[in-house]
């Protein structure tokens, strides 16, 4: 293992550093932890030769200096882990993070002592062998994200100490047995992500002191049993995407300690009990897809912590109780899709924090409110297909932050209000269509630079298609048909670019795209002034408007995001005063401790003040390279547009950081510390002296064409494991692209940038906040319409990045013609006549037959990352089997 990544540099300098070591008198272990460390190649066990005491993660207790614990999360380790069971002192194991794969060794079964079991986040397979339920001491035990297999172990049942049990994320089948509800101290319940069929215990619960049920994502069935709310002390239950019926038990009321109830994607009916009032730390309800009627009860208005409600797609009837506008911290309110009645419920527009109101898919009449959007933080209001009747008010100008506006198929009726262009923020929507509107369109609608879907189609608006609208600089997607609009369609890219269906049934249009030509308005209807929008302007374009966004989410998203996901972590604590005089370091840490003689902070600064130590600029940071005192090489890397309330989000930040730094993953250029000045935010990383991906590939001006076609697939492979890693951990990369890929000192692949990628929660849908990024070329086409970084986009992103390593060609280029960029040039190149050889980069694939069948198979690969359908891209973890198979054959 050469490589420069993570852990290694680390280990070089410890052992620079190591001197002698007294000699210890009884070693007990000695023989299993020498072999062990041969087995398992720990690099810097080798250094401490003289008691394996000393060596990192292992703890010693004992007369005779018994290993008791060893804890080796994150270490990049493989290997068989068969001799740890001849540790007979061990109390604490801890594997996890590891690349361990085969058979959970039966004979770890022999640890007697043990108390403490991890080995999740490992490739282990096969059955959970039956003897750790030997272990009758045990209190915890993890072995979530693995293959494992077939049925839970019956054996287990004899763990009866067992606190927490976590096995979720794995291929798990059978039901839940029985015992499971006998074990008497059982706290923590963790099975999601399996197959798991069958009921749930009906005493689950009834004997021990429940406080996490997480059972999200299996194929479980029958009724939630009330015995899971007997002893009050819940704190989290989820138990979306089952099989699940019945009704939700009237007990939850014993639960005050429960925050997150999230039943959703189920088979439940009946009504929701009154005593969910008395769950008073509740703050996220999410039901959603069930078959829950009656009457939304006014009692969620005891839930003062309530944040998210998700009640769509059940069968609600009635009206929506006033008291619900008690809830001041309420930001997500979405009841689409059931039978609710009455008037626009105003009472709702008094939780001060709302940011989405989904009423749409519902019966709710009367007529919109002038102060819809007083102190409003709305960003997406939702109210289509109701029965809303009643003028649009004007006082929708006032929603500023909305980023989508839903009011199709209603009975609105009066013209358009010039205010709704004081919206700027305008961004995913705005579908006014199926209504009875009339008047003209007002001009006012250009100012919304940012709109990318506009449909204002099946009204009875009149009078032309105003030219200010070519203002709409965003703008994929119109629908104006079904009007009684009459003239000529402005000369506009996203107007020509449209199909014809989106202007027809208004009888006296004209022009492109339309047939009829607009010989009444204009001498000549076709020629040259009629130039379309080139397609880099079109990509510019929706690039920024995307790029906007960017910049209002990433940077400072990062922390606000965070904060608002952390809301219920304690305020934050502002550290250090910061000072404005030259630059005075706020604060600053170094994550290696080995590092910490060699990096010096004033040094580091110094560099981003002199622009000839500039390495790079990207969409989020300017990198500069610096030399320390010690002779140390950094890459430090100065964040942009950092505003200063992120200084206020500073602790907040550096815990994201440190976290990030503790990735150990030999892909992952993960940051190694960090200096804060003013409301300047530099994050230091080692130095890559092979530069990036993309410099490689493009950059004719440095070492020439780069001819070596192991070594691109090398770089693939590596790119694939850190982003496979990533999504292993529930990262999602916020701009994958060949610039943002690192090469190291022997070209092994380090994706860079991972700081500004966000921590989602795949499992908490509706919850998780949209934003959007990444590079020209590199975006996937859904995000335009999604706004939502995905795990698909990601797959969609390296595709391209495959793309460019088989042709050595950019991901937009204009040689590709107008509108076409590197994934459509390749998709359509069996449409146009052209073999693969004509596409792959000739000088490669031409080496040699072995080379010409690797790339064959990798652009295969590729063709599957950059599906236009996002659900039909593969998953990272396969597309890394896919290039391993490709790279080992
Ligand atoms: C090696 O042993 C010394 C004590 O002799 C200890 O201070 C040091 O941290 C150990 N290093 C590692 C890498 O375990
Ligand atoms: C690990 O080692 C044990 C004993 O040396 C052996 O029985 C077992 O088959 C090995 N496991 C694997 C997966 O190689
Ligand atoms: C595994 O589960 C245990 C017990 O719930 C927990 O303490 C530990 O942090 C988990 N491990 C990981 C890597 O999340
Ligand atoms: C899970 O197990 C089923 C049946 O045992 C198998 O068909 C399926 O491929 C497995 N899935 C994964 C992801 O291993
Ligand atoms: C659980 O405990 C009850 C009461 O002690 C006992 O009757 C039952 O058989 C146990 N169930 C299992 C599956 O062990
Ligand atoms: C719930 O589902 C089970 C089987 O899945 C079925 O036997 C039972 O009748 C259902 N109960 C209700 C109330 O629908
Ligand atoms: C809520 O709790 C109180 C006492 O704590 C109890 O009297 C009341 O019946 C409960 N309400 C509901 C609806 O369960
Ligand atoms: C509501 O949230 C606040 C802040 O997180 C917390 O301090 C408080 O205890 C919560 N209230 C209840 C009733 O849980
Ligand atoms: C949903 O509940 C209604 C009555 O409340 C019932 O008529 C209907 O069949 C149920 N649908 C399903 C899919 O269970």
């Known amino acids: 293992m050469a490589s420069f990544g993570c852990c290694c540099f680390a280990l070089l300098m410890v052992s620079l550093l190591l001197g002698s070591q007294p000699a210890t008198a009884q070693l007990q272990d000695q023989p299993t932890m020498v072999a062990l460390q041969r087995e398992l190649m720990v690099a810097d066990w080798e250094l401490n030769s003289t008691s394996y005491c000393f060596w990192r993660g292992v703890t010693c207790g004992g007369p005779n200096q018994a290993v008791e614990a060893l804890d080796l999360p994150r270490r990049n380790l493989r290997g068989n882990i068969s001799l740890i069971s001849e540790l007979m002192s061990l109390k604490r194991l801890d594997l996890s ?70 096995i979720s994320g794995n291929n798990l089948t059978g039901s839940i047995p029985d015992w499971v509800g006998n074990l008497t101290d059982l706290r923590v319940v963790s099975a999601y992500e399996n197959s798991l069929v ?35 002390k819940l704190q989290v239950l989820v138990l979306t995407v089952n099989r699940l019926n019945g009704s939700l038990p009237k007990s939850l009321g014993n639960c005050k300690g429960l925050s997150s109830l999230r039943i959703g994607n189920n088979q439940l009916a ?39 409600l998700n009640l769509a797609s059940n069968g609600f009837t009635g009206t929506i109780p006033e008291r619900l506008g008690e809830l001041k911290n309420l930001q997500e309110f979405i009841v689409s899709d059931n039978s609710l009645t009455g008037d626009f419920p105003k009472s709702i527009l008094r939780c001060r924090n709302l940011s989405k109101l989904d009423l749409s898919d519902n019966r709710f009449n009367g007529s919109l409110p002038e102060d819809l959007c007083s102190m409003s933080r709305l960003q997406f209001l939702l109210l289509d297909h109701n029965s809303i009747s009643g003028e649009i008010p004007g006082g929708i100008g006032n929603c500023g932050r909305l980023l989508e506006l839903q ?31 009339r008047g003209r369109l007002p001009q006012e609608l250009g100012r919304l630079d940012k709109l990318v879907s506009l449909d204002v189609s099946n009204n009875q608006l009149s009078g032309g298609i105003p030219s200010e609208l070519k203002g709409m600089l965003s703008l994929i997607e119109v629908n104006f048909s079904n009007n009684q609009l009459a003239g000529p369609i402005p000369i506009f890219g996203p107007f020509q670019k449209s199909p014809r269906s989106s202007f027809s049934g208004n009888k006296d249009l004209c022009g492109d795209p339309l047939e009829s030509n607009c010989g009444d308005y204009f001498g000549s209807a076709d020629g040259s002034d009629r130039h379309r929008v080139s397609y880099k302007i079109v990509l510019a374009v929706v690039g920024s ?158 070492t020439g064409f780069d001819s070596n076609w192991p070594r691109r697939l090398s770089i693939a492979v590596g790119v694939a494991e850190g982003l496979a890693f990533l999504h292993h951990i529930a990262i999602i990369h916020l701009d994958i692209s060949s610039g943002n890929i690192f090469l190291d000192a022997d070209f092994n692949a380090l994706i860079g940038e991972i700081e500004i990628s966000k921590l989602l929660d795949p499992s908490k849908g509706t919850a998780s906040i949209s934003a959007v990024a990444g590079s020209f070329g ?34 937009v280029d204009e040689i590709f013609g107008e509108g076409i960029d590197l994934v459509k040039w390749v998709h359509s190149a069996s449409g146009r006549g052209e073999t693969p050889e004509q596409i792959m980069d000739a000088r490669l694939s031409t080496v040699s037959f072995a080379w010409r069948k690797q790339m064959l198979a990798v652009l295969k690969v590729a063709m599957l990352c950059t599906d236009s359908t996002p659900a039909k891209r593969p998953k990272m973890k396969k597309v890394l089997e896919m290039l391993l198979e490709v790279k080992e054959n």
């Open 97 to 166: 993070g590891n690349s361990f794969h085969g058979s959970i060794p039966s004979s770890l079964g022999n640890l007697a002592m043990l108390k403490f079991l991890d080995l999740s986040m490992n490739k282990f397979e096969n059955r959970i062998p039956s003897s750790l339920g030997k272990i009758r001491d045990l209190i915890s035990l993890n072995l979530s994200n693995n293959f494992l297999s077939g049925e839970i172990p019956d054996e287990l049942k004899n763990l009866e100490r067992l606190q927490e049990l976590q």
């Open 198 to 232: 069958g009921v749930i215990p009906r005493n689950l619960g009834s004997v021990s002191q429940l406080e996490v049920v997480n059972l999200h994502s299996n194929l479980l069935e029958g009724a939630i049993p009330e015995s899971i709310f007997k002893s009050g």
């Open 270 to 308: 009946g009504s929701i009990p009154a005593s969910i009032g008395n769950v008073s730390s509740l703050t996220y309800f999410e039901a959603d897809n069930n078959n829950l009627s009656g009457e939304i009860v006014p009692e969620f208005a005891q839930c003062l912590n309530l944040t998210l």
């Open 407 to 437: 009011m199709g198929s209603n009975y609105l009726t009066g013209n358009i209000p010039p205010e709704i262009g004081k919206i700027k923020n305008l961004q995913i929507a705005l579908n006014l269509s199926f209504n009875h509107l």
């Open 545 to 702: 408007g995307l790029a906007v966004f960017v910049a209002v989410s990433v940077i400072v998203g990062l922390f606000m995001l965070r904060e608002r996901q952390e809301m219920d972590a304690k305020a934050v604590v502002v550290a250090g005063e910061v000072v404005v005089t030259p630059p005075q370091i706020a604060a600053g840490n170094v994550f290696i401790e080995s590092l910490m003689q060699a990096i010096d902070f004033d040094s580091a600064v110094k560099a981003t003040l002199k622009d000839s130590n500039k390495l790079s600029s990207g969409t989020f940071s300017t990198v500069y390279k610096a030399v320390m005192p010690s002779g140390l090489v950094l890459s430090v890397k100065k964040l942009k547009s950092v505003d200063r309330s992120v200084v206020h989000h500073q602790n907040k930040m550096i815990r994201e950081l440190e976290r990030l730094g503790n990735l150990c993953h030999a892909n992952l250029m993960r940051p190694i510390g960090y200096v804060i000045y003013e409301d300047v935010a530099l994050l230091l990383h080692h130095h890559m002296p092979n530069g990036t991906l993309a410099q490689l590939l493009h950059d004719t001006t440095g």
């Open 778 to 811: 590199y975006i996937p086409p859904e995000y335009a319409y999604t706004m939502q970084v995905t795990v698909p986009g990601n797959v969609y992103s390296f595709g391209v990045v495959l793309l460019e390593i088989l042709t050595s060609r950019l991901p």
